[in-house]
C-alpha cells in the first residue's frame, strides 16, 4: 500500500511507543450511538459508500442527474422528502460535463449553480482525481463546498493505477477511505460501475472488480434494463444496512431533444415484482441479436413456414423462446396458410422491415 494510502486510513497500531500514544481507547457504553443518515431513504445511506450498477445504456447517468436535481433543488423526489438545497460534486470519467451531464441536469431541472465540476487553476492542464492519494483533497472539497455528494462516474476512471480493483487488498486500498471519509462527514461517495457477464451468485456481487468493493458499501443499487423494446427501467436495492427489503422501483425513460429524463417512477407491489425475469443477461441478449439478424435473412425475400424457421433456428443453436423474442421484437406477425387440413403457418416480417 502506498504511504498516501496510508495517510487515509485509519492509524496503524506499530510496535513502537511514539505510534501507541496515538491511540485512545473507548468503551462501548461512552461510545455516541448514531442513527443513519438518509441520501435517499430506504435506498442510499448518505454517511456511507454507495454503488450504483448496470450494463452500458441502462440509465445510469439520467438516474443520476434525477439525484442530482433533486437534492440540488430541495425537492421532493421519489422516496425522499423536500429538504433544504444542497451542494455537489461530480466527478465525470467518461462523459463530457458540457456536452453530456449538463444537458441531464438541465432536463431533470437541476440547480446548476449547486453542481460542481474540478478545474484547474492552470487552463493547460486537466484535474484527475487519483483514489486513495486524492481523499484529503476530497474532504477539503467538502468542507469548502459543503457537499451532500459526490459523484464518482465511474470509480474505474478514479482508481489509482497501483490499486487493482480485482484484487481484496488493491480494492479495499481505494474504497475503505471513502467509507471512513463518508463516517467522518455525512457526505455520500456514490460510485458508478458496470456488471460482469458472470451473474451468478448473490446480486449485492455482480458488479466488476473485487467482491470487496461490494463487501464495503453500505448501498448498493441495481439498473436493470429488462427489455429492449421499450423504454421501462427497473430500480433494485441489492444491499442497504439499514433497509433490508425496499421494494424495486420502476420507471421510463423519455426524450426531449434527445436528451433522456425519468418519468412515471413508482414502486413495484412485492407480489408483480418479477426479478428473475428482469435480470439483465448479456450472453442472452447477444443470442437474441443473432436470432434477429437469422429471422431478418429468412424472411427478407417473403413469407416462410415457421417450422422450416425453427429448423433453422436449431441448427444455430437459437432456442425457440429466445426466436420468439426476437420475432416479437422485430414485429413479425404469424399467419394461418390454407383452409382446409393440414394447413400450415408462416411468418412475415412487417412492411417496413422489408
Keep these: 500500500m502506498s504511504s498516501e494510502a496510508t495517510k487515509v486510513r485509519l492509524v496503524r497500531v506499530e510496535e513502537t511507543t511514539d505510534d501507541a500514544e496515538r491511540i485512545a481507547y473507548e468503551t462501548a457504553e461512552r461510545v455516541k450511538a448514531q442513527k443513519p443518515q438518509w441520501l435517499l431513504p430506504g435506498r442510499i445511506i448518505a454517511n456511507g459508500l454507495a454503488i450504483l450498477e448496470g450494463d452500458q445504456g441502462a440509465g445510469k447517468s439520467t438516474l443520476l442527474s434525477g439525484l442530482v436535481a433533486a437534492i440540488t433543488s430541495g425537492r421532493k ?3 425522499r422528502p423536500r429538504q433544504k438545497p444542497q451542494n455537489v460534486l461530480w466527478l465525470a470519467g467518461e462523459e463530457d460535463p458540457g456536452s453530456a451531464i449538463k444537458p441531464r441536469l438541465a432536463a431533470a431541472k437541476a440547480d446548476l449553480s449547486r453542481v460542481f465540476f474540478p478545474q484547474s487553476i492552470d487552463p493547460t492542464r486537466s484535474v484527475r482525481f487519483s483514489l486513495p492519494g486524492s481523499v484529503p483533497a476530497l474532504r477539503d472539497a467538502i468542507k469548502r463546498l459543503e457537499l451532500a455528494l459526490i459523484v464518482i462516474d465511474p470509480l474505474v476512471c478514479y482508481a489509482d493505477g497501483h490499486c487493482d480493483l480485482n484484487s481484496e487488498l488493491g480494492a479495499r486500498a481505494v474504497v475503505d477511505p471513502l467509507n471512513q471519509l463518508a463516517l467522518a462527514t455525512g457526505c ?6 458496470h456488471l460482469r457477464k458472470d451473474r451468478t451468485g448473490p446480486r449485492h456481487l455482480h458488479g466488476l472488480g473485487s ?3 461490494g463487501a464495503a458499501a453500505r448501498s448498493i443499487i441495481v439498473l436493470d434494463y429488462p427489455d429492449l423494446r ?3 427501467r427497473v430500480c433494485r436495492v441489492v444491499k442497504c444496512s439499514f433497509s433490508p427489503n425496499t421494494l424495486a422501483t420502476e420507471f421510463t425513460l423519455a426524450y426531449e431533444a434527445g436528451v433522456p429524463t425519468m418519468t412515471g417512477i413508482r414502486e413495484i407491489p412485492r407480489d408483480d415484482d418479477q ?5 439483465a443477461d448479456p450472453g442472452e441478449r447477444d443470442v437474441r441479436a443473432d436470432a434477429r439478424l437469422l429471422l431478418r435473412r429468412l424472411l427478407s425475400d417473403g413469407p416462410v413456414m415457421t417450422v422450416a424457421i425453427y429448423d433453422e433456428a436449431e ?5 425457440q423462446r429466445t426466436l420468439r423474442t426476437a420475432k416479437a421484437e422485430l414485429g413479425i406477425t404469424s399467419r394461418r396458410v390454407g383452409a382446409s387440413t393440414p394447413a400450415h403457418w408462416e411468418w412475415v416480417l412487417p412492411k417496413e422491415g422489408k
Excluded: N, Q, V, Y
Design 77 to 79: 423526489w421519489w422516496s
Design 188 to 193: 455520500c461517495p456514490l460510485m458508478t460501475r
Design 211 to 213: 467482491m470487496g468493493i
Design 230 to 232: 421499450t423504454e421501462r
Design 275 to 279: 426479478e428473475t425475469g428482469d435480470l
Design 315 to 319: 441448427k444455430a443453436g437459437i432456442g
